[in-house]
């Protein structure tokens, strides 16, 4: 079973303080994914990596860093935490590009954050 | 560029109807496309996905026919149960890159 763990699971922050989100994956995945769930707007891609060092930029990095340093490792940066950005936020793995690419992403439990 | 459409935001029907919930999308190429499925405090996970070779994929009693003509790939299932009360994304993928793209998802609330 593909695990993906996130910490921590819950984080109440004040605005202009600096946020750390963690995610850890036992699937050996090249790609690693974090989105963010808001009432209306679905799974929204906030940043990605295709390995180890790498980040992408997805359709909302603004205010947000992402850091890649392992394979297993994924970490997602609020430098100034605002109010706008409490949400609760998912991280993923998945196989990278392929023939016998599944393509499917796995999901970790995610992390609920509060900017007051 | 790629995108998904889910019409409906939310769907509420009764025990034993039948579910259909609708995705339609646009992409350059040819894409996968995917269902998944977040129930209340759960993380999403894959439902179903679309074959290569047009078979139907089925799960849990769902399915869903990926139609190119009309660019769709509706959830559909015969009888509602309760545990079938989440929320249901509709996703494609195309094979010359990494990223899933998600549509806003449809909220499906079965009662008794």
């Known amino acids: 079973e593909a695990a993906v763990t996130q910490s921590p699971r819950n984080k109440v922050a004040v605005t202009g303080g600096k946020v750390t989100l963690s995610c850890n994956q036992t699937?050996?995945?090249?790609?690693m994914y974090w989105y963010r769930q808001d009432t209306g707007h679905g799974l929204r891609l906030i940043h990605y990596s295709y390995g180890a060092g790498s980040t992408e930029k997805g359709d909302i990095p603004d205010g947000y860093k992402a850091s890649r340093p392992s394979q297993e490792n994924f970490s997602l940066i609020l430098e100034l935490a605002t109010p706008s950005q409490t949400s609760v936020y998912f991280c993923?793995?998945?196989?990278?590009?392929?023939?016998?690419?599944?393509?499917?992403?796995?999901f970790g439990p995610g992390t609920r954050l509060t900017v007051l | 560029g790629d995108s998904v459409t889910q019409t409906e935001g939310l769907v509420t029907l009764t025990e034993g109807l039948p579910v259909m919930l609708n995705c339609t999308y646009q992409?350059?190429?040819?894409?996968?496309l995917f269902w998944y499925v977040q129930h209340l405090n759960e993380a999403p996970k894959l439902l179903l996905k679309s074959f290569t070779d047009n078979k139907r994929p089925e799960h849990q009693g769902f399915h869903a026919t990926l139609h190119k003509s009309s660019s769709s790939f509706h959830l559909q299932k015969s009888s509602a149960q309760l545990s079938d009360s989440a929320l249901y994304y509709c996703?494609?993928?195309?094979?010359?890159?990494?990223?899933?793209?998600f549509g806003d998802g449809t909220q499906l609330v079965v009662k008794p």
């Open positions: 992409s350059t190429y040819s894409p996968f």
């Open positions: 699937n050996n995945h090249n790609n």
């Open positions: 996703a494609l993928s195309r094979n010359s890159n990494n990223r899933i793209f």
């Open positions: 993923a793995s998945g196989e990278g590009l392929g023939y016998r690419s599944s393509y499917e992403q796995y």
